[in-house]
């Protein structure tokens, strides 16, 4: 047990899926998961261990952003023995050649700061995601009717973004899309020599101004779901 997460030990897989949304990791855990059972309810960010094709998993909430990220990466990784971190979750489009629905592969992750900025002071960290995982993820999206995009996003410290110069050069930098957690992630995990992945599901357009609407994300997001899955154990 620790501060944030409840679980006894053993009650967490060495394999943890990560959606910010605590009421989207019950979604996935009772819709991918046999036997899924809640481990965690602390603060209600909801943990829940089932098995996968004969797999132990753990699909665990992050809270939204790096900071709330962090807490729970670091609990799950030094407190519990996690190995495998795969974050799932929705990102921003910001290339035109990137569609609502389609699912991002964050090889990389920039930030204009993270949680772990303190460890490296002048140093520019470059996160980026275990390769193994990579790979494994574009094979999983293969066999999928989902469009596919494998690079570079970016990590935001905030949501209601006023930058609209920043984002015109992420933009031109060729930038696939925005989310809030994935670089504080790729850096914890860097730190404790784990695995780790962002898996996206494009939920709006920051160019065109598109967006999903609610009722329609929860199906949208299962093709990312599979593809974490079948990444973790390839």
Not at 33 to 54: A, D, K, S, Y
Not at 225 to 230: G, R
Request: with cysteine; proline share 4%; glycine share 8%.
């Amino acid at each position: 047990m620790t501060i944030h997460i409840s679980a006894a030990p053993g009650e967490i897989a060495e394999t943890v899926l990560m959606p910010g949304d605590p009421l989207r990791a019950k979604w996935a855990a009772e819709t991918f998961l046999e036997n899924p059972v809640c481990v965690n309810q602390t603060r209600g960010m909801l943990g829940f261990t089932g098995e996968w094709n004969g797999h132990r998993v753990t699909i665990h909430g992050s809270g939204m952003g790096m900071p709330s990220l962090s807490i729970y990466a670091n609990e799950l990784i030094r407190d519990y023995g996690a190995k495998t971190l795969v974050r799932i979750g929705s990102a921003g489009a910001m290339q035109p050649q990137v569609k609502l629905r389609d699912v991002v592969l964050a090889m990389t992750a920039s930030s204009l700061s993270t949680p772990s900025r303190g460890f490296f002071k002048e140093l520019n960290y470059a996160p980026c995601a275990d390769y193994g995982l990579l790979q494994a993820a574009f094979s999983a999206a293969g066999k999928l009717d989902c469009g596919v995009h494998v690079g570079g996003i970016y990590s935001a410290d905030v949501f209601y973004d006023e930058r609209p110069d920043l984002n015109d050069q992420m933009t031109r930098h060729g930038i696939l899309a925005v989310e809030m957690e994935a670089a504080e992630l790729y850096t914890v995990a860097a730190r404790y020599g784990c695995r780790a992945l962002a898996v996206l599901t494009v939920s709006d357009h920051l160019l065109t101004e598109e967006a999903l609407p609610s009722e329609d994300r929860q199906s949208s997001f299962a093709d990312m779901v599979q593809i974490a899955l079948e990444a973790a154990f390839a």
